[in-house]
């Protein structure tokens, strides 16, 4: 076993109420260097729980109650030394939180309150220096204290300047703080140097131009801000330096006329916004210009008439919308003009009868729906007017008879539907109209005797069925209507006698015995005698 198995030992106690069960867990095959020790009440930690380091060091120390943090939890470096102290209850952090680094420096320092940081927190760098203090309100973090990685103290007293800096030294941030909140110039910079956001702070609050770079120096996004929110012009680009989107803010909502245009400068859609919803008439278009659909919008939804074209400009289809559902005559057109679909909506699904059409005008298919489900009686018919199908649906599932022609006209399939699924005796014809199969389904699948027939309507085969797998007696015949296999199925699977015959003389030529498609033994060869 390799060094890092465990080997467990579960120890068990029944009490009268409640299950207790004692939890060792050992680094080592031998069971000298324990990994993990606790108990269980009624399947959930509960007490005081150890973990050690493969080198036996303590690695944590926690409480708890009943499955939940409860009390201290002391965490330790795999030198020993303590790395973080902390306090919860049932499962919730409080108190006061400290963190050490491997040689004992206190790091940071802070309270929590229901897992939440409260009042001062403070932050030290590895040489012992402070770092970063902080001041949680209600509603606020405020930065009260800081010094950077060059060890230049920036800001105190809630005011200066906040730089952070990558690893390299060069500037990540750099803002300007009064009273513990951002307040002036605010820069961001890519770890290249190269300028990636700025603008201005007011009491915390984003205020004025704020703009965005790419890396390239080319403008990404340009806004402005009023007391935090985004209020006024708006604009972004695509990389190229193309403008993608242009608009309006109030409050930090959509309002007036906005346009989205592709990267090759062509318009992709426009419309107003009124309170950060679409409100009015709005166009969508294809790359090279045309309209691709148009309607209006009332609140954010749909209303009233749509209409939508193919991209050299024909009609497509029209219809109505209500607060976002279609609603009443919906029609669709080929690129040619000619009528492809009719129907009526309700509340966004088909209603009532709908009708299509083939491209030459000659018509496709003929039924109608109920809230969206195919229901009722359905016909459809080949482009050059011969009929192809004709039977009822049930909420999108065939029902009753059903009956298949192929395009001369001829009776190609016919049987019963029952949810969905074939069921009872069906009848499959050639493209002469004689019979190829006759045969029952169950469930959707075969079962019973099932007949097949040639070009010619000789019989060629006929086989015993059980839901779809071949179960019981099939027969296969020559041009001259003899029998020249005789074999039998259970469960899919040959099993019993499989004979074979000649088909000129009809004598026997081959005998084997099965058992579940397993040969069990030959009784006759083709060319010997009986064999034993």
């Known amino acids: 076993m390799s060094k890092f198995l465990t080997l467990v030992f579960i120890l068990l106690q029944l009490h009268a109420f409640a299950q207790s069960q004692s939890y060792i867990e050992f680094w080592d095959d ?3 260097h324990k990994r993990t020790e606790g108990v269980y009440e009624r399947g959930l930690e509960h007490g005081t729980w150890k973990f050690w380091f493969e080198n036996t060091n303590l690695q944590e120390e926690a409480n708890y109650f009943f499955g939940k943090l409860h009390g201290a939890v002391l965490r330790y470096h795999d030198n020993g ?3 973080n102290e902390g306090y919860f209850i049932l499962g919730r952090q409080d108190s006061i939180m400290r963190v050490w680094s491997k040689d004992s420096v206190l790091l940071e320092e802070g ?16 040489d012992g220096q402070l770092e ?5 309100t209600d509603s606020l973090t405020k930065i009260m204290f800081y010094r950077d990685q060059n060890s230049e103290v920036t800001l105190e007293n809630g005011t200066g300047v906040y730089n952070d800096r990558y690893e390299d030294g060069n500037l990540r941030e750099s803002t300007t703080y009064k009273d513990g909140v951002p307040n002036g110039k605010s820069m961001v910079y890519f770890a290249s ?3 990636y956001q700025e603008g201005e702070y007011s009491n915390a609050k984003k205020t004025g131009p704020w703009i965005t770079y790419l890396r390239s120096g080319k403008i990404e996004q340009s806004n402005a801000y009023v007391d935090g929110e985004l209020d006024g012009e708006f604009k972004k680009w695509f990389r190229s330096g193309q403008l993608e989107v242009e608009g309006q803010y109030k409050k930090g909502k959509k309002t007036g006329h906005w346009i989205w245009y592709l990267p090759e400068g062509a318009i992709d859609m426009e419309g107003d916004f009124s309170n950060d919803l679409q409100e009015g008439f709005w166009k969508y278009y294809y790359a090279n210009g045309g309209v691709q659909y148009q309607g209006d919008y009332s609140a954010g939804k749909m209303e009233g008439t749509w209409n939508y074209y193919y991209w050299n400009g024909s009609d497509w289809k029209t219809g109505d919308y209500k607060a976002g559902e279609k609603t009443g005559k919906w029609q669709f057109w080929f690129e040619n003009g000619q009528l492809l679909q009719e129907g009526v909506f309700a509340n966004d699904k088909e209603e009532g009868e709908w009708k299509s059409w083939y491209e030459n005008g000659k018509p496709k298919d003929l039924g109608s729906f109920t809230a969206g489900k195919i229901s009722g009686h359905w016909e459809g018919w080949y482009p050059n007017g011969i009929r192809i199908y004709s039977g009822d649906w049930l909420s999108d599932l065939r029902t009753g008879d059903w009956s298949f022609w192929n395009e001369s006209g001829k009776l190609n399939e016919k049987g019963k539907y029952l949810n969905g699924e074939k069921t009872g005796v069906w009848e499959t014809y050639n493209d002469y109209g004689i019979p190829e199969m006759i045969g029952e389904y169950k469930n959707g699948r075969p079962h019973g005797k099932w007949e097949y027939y040639g070009d010619n309507g000789a019989p060629i085969r006929s086989q015993e069925y059980n839901e779809g797998k071949m179960h019981g007696k099939g027969v296969n015949y020559a041009r001259n209507g003899k029998a020249v296999e005789v074999l039998n199925y259970k469960n899919g699977r040959k099993d019993g006698d499989y004979i074979q015959y000649n088909e000129r003389t009809g004598e026997k030529e081959r005998h084997y015995v099965y058992e579940n498609g397993m040969l069990l033994k030959v009784v006759l060869e083709a060319r010997g005698g009986a064999k034993q």
Not at 111 to 126: L, P
């Open 81 to 83: 030394l303590l790395m």
């Open 111 to 126: 309270f929590f309150q229901k897992d939440s940081k409260v009042g001062t927190w403070k932050y030290w760098h590895k």
């Open 30 to 32: 031998a069971g000298k």
């Open 193 to 195: 140097g190269d300028v």
């Open 132 to 136: 970063l203090e902080e001041l949680y």
